[in-house]
Every structure is written in C-alpha cells, then in structure tokens.
C-alpha cells in the first residue's frame, strides 16, 4: 500500500528566508510524486509534478529513491507562498488512486 | 469549462438522515475521485472511477457511502443514516487519463457536511 508523510504540520519561515517542505514515501512500486497547494479560499490545485522536472513559481522538488523523499524547495520565500501544502502519489502505470499526505501550512512572514 | 463543480456547497443534516452530493467533472476527464477531507488532514481517498467503472474503493469506506458515475460523466455520493462523523469536507476531483500514466487533477470547491 502506498503512503506519504509530512512530518511538519506547520512551518514558519521570514521572507526571503529559504523554505524546505518534507515529504516522504513509501510504495513498492514506481511511484509518481506531486506537490498540490491550496491558498487560502481557493481550492486545491497542482504545483508540481516530479515527472515534469519543472521549477514552478520558484519551486523545485527532487524524487529520491533511495530516501524514499520528495521534499520541496524555494530558495527564497515569498509572503504569497502562505498555504496549505500537499505531497501526493500515484501508482506507475495508474492502477493505484492518487494518496495525499497530512500536509504542511507554510507561514512567511514579513 | 469552468472546471469542476460540486453540489451542494454545504449541507447540514440530521443524523441518521441521508445526504447525497454531485459532482460535475471536467467534460473530456474520464478518471473522476471522491475525496473526504477533515480539519487538519489531508484529503482521504473514497472512491475513483475511469469512466462509469468504479476502479477501487476504499477499505474504510462503510457500506453507508456510496458512489455511482452512471453515463461516465457526473458523479453522486450518497451517504446513507449519517452519523456526526460523516461531518467533513466531500471532496471531488477530475483527471484526464492518458497512455497508463495519472494526470493532474482538477478540484472542486468541495461540499461540506455538518451532521447534527
């Protein structure tokens, strides 16, 4: 079965400051790792996908499979960047649903 | 498109009473998921389905909670003798599904449920 870990529920940051959101797994397949967010009054929305090897709105995120991790980076936060986030994974192939961790809510304070 | 919707927006109950919920997903979107989502956690896998299929269920999913996606397009969530844990958000969600791999999926604002 697979599952996903946010160890930190909240975290606080100042801006400009760096930011690192934790996210682990666990799957015995090959896994597809997504970064979701959800601002306030808005619904969730994807961020990130590790597939794309993107960088979005300064964000990156790395699959390490032998840590079974895909933290989230940004160098340098922004106030904007206050939400809820989401590390989520789906089953290679598709034949699994897509499972969310607890989340973490990111603070950046002025 | 103006993405997925759900109704209704919010619904409070009786308990033991049953609710049911819609969702509209993203037309060309075969892949349509059932998320519940209480305070302080993420969203818990329900249900999905490809199409009209339901693919898999949940474990912890009672024989109260139901699902149907009968032409492959909207879906319904029916929650039969609510009890004051059914209170959550009832999350819907939509994706498209190409050549084996999960796409993105597309939220709705969800529905919330207080149950009395």
């Known amino acids: 079965a697979q599952r996903v870990t946010q160890p930190e529920k909240l975290l606080s940051v100042f801006k400009g400051a760096p930011v690192e959101l934790k996210c682990n797994y666990s799957y015995s397949g090959s896994p597809e790792l997504f970064w979701y967010v959800q601002y306030s009054r808005q619904r969730l929305q994807l961020l990130l996908r590790?597939?794309s090897r993107e960088s979005i709105k300064g964000f990156t995120a790395d699959l390490n499979k032998g840590e079974t991790s895909f933290h989230l980076k940004k160098p340098f936060a922004q106030e904007e960047d206050s939400a809820m986030y989401y590390c989520?994974?789906?089953?290679?192939?598709?034949?699994?649903?897509?499972?969310f961790g607890a989340g973490t809510r990111l603070t950046v304070k002025p | 498109d103006t993405g997925v919707s759900q109704d209704p927006r919010h619904k409070i109950t009786k308990r033991g009473q049953n609710v049911t919920f819609r969702c509209d997903p993203i037309s060309e979107h075969n892949r349509l998921y059932w998320y519940r989502q209480t305070l302080g956690q993420g969203p818990e896998f329900l249900t999905y389905f490809q199409n009209e299929a339901q693919l898999e269920k949940s474990r912890l999913l009672s024989d109260r909670f139901s699902a149907e996606r009968p032409k492959g397009s909207f879906s319904t969530l029916e929650i039969q003798r609510t009890e004051q844990g059914d209170s959550a958000m009832y999350l819907c969600?939509?994706?498209?599904?190409?050549?084996?791999?999960?796409?993105?999926?597309?939220f709705g604002e969800g529905s919330r449920l207080t149950v009395l």
């Open positions: 590790h597939i």
């Open positions: 989520a994974l789906s089953g290679w192939g598709g034949s699994d649903d897509m499972r």
């Open positions: 969600a939509s994706s498209p599904w190409v050549g084996g791999k999960a796409g993105e999926l597309f």
